[in-house]
């Protein structure tokens, strides 16, 4: 059984959800895309997503019109296995394709690629051997940030991996739900003291590159809420 945090794209508010592996993942439509698939090597017993990513899915799978096997999908900060800033940690992207023909991989990515459906579709230069795609919101904290600038009031996937971060750090922000609220500012704030950083409690371009050099790879910790 897995918890799944979905951020509402529609009314910008958090929802929750507890689906067995095998059930299809909320908001997806006819079964196409499991929790063990979307989970893909995740360990967490957390993962979290938005709503416009799985209707986007949804609408990718009928523009294709057959099943899309899923690589990877969900990851946490502290899992690894990605780069810095990937959207995989704000539950946004796919890696899909791996086990089909280069013929078909073509296929799917010109689908995915005309679709409109997604923020990022990356060259296949850059993947020969799958494809990958994703949703992504909010303004680009820099050049070099993908996640959007988070201060007090944000809410959404992205606001997951600064408290979970936060949290693996040892930085509590009294639960892992999406809200930007009090606790999670102060926690902010606390960390930016320690490390050196602008203590303004908002989580920018380097709050963020050090949030996730911090905790990219390294594991669960004691204080890791899963």
């Known amino acids: 059984m897995a ?7 529609n009314t910008r508010k958090m929802e929750t959800y507890n689906r067995d592996e095998n059930e299809a993942m909320p908001y997806n439509s006819n079964q196409t895309l499991k929790v063990k698939e979307f989970r893909g090597s995740s360990n967490s017993n957390i993962i979290w997503t938005s709503k416009k990513t799985m209707e986007s899915w949804n609408s990718q799978r009928s523009r294709y019109g057959k099943p899309i096997p899923v ?28 086990y089909l023909s280069s013929t078909e991989r073509d ?38 940030v993908t996640y959007p600038q988070l201060s007090y009031g944000s809410v959404g996937t992205y606001v997951l991996i600064a408290q979970d971060n936060l949290n693996t750090l040892g930085y509590g922000t009294g639960g892992l739900d999406g809200i930007f609220g009090s606790i999670t ?23 963020w590159k050090s949030l996730q050099e911090s905790v990219l790879g390294t594991g669960k910790t004691s204080t890791t809420i899963d």
Not at 86 to 96: E, I, T
Not at 117 to 136: A, C, G, K, M
Not at 188 to 194: A, C, F, G, I, V
């Open 3 to 9: 918890k799944i945090i979905v951020y509402n794209n």
């Open 71 to 98: 690589g990877f999908a969900f990851k946490r900060s502290w899992e690894g296995g990605h780069s810095t800033f990937s959207q995989h940690f704000a539950g946004q992207a796919f890696d899909v394709g791996q």
């Open 107 to 144: 296929v799917l990515y010109r689908s995915a690629k005309n679709s409109g459906l997604w923020s990022y579709v990356e060259p296949q230069n850059l993947t020969p051997t799958w494809v990958h795609f994703d949703i992504r919101y909010g303004t680009a904290s820099c050049s070099t």
């Open 185 to 207: 500012q102060s926690s902010t704030k606390e960390y930016q003291r320690r490390v050196g950083l602008k203590v303004d409690g908002i989580i920018g371009c380097n709050t």
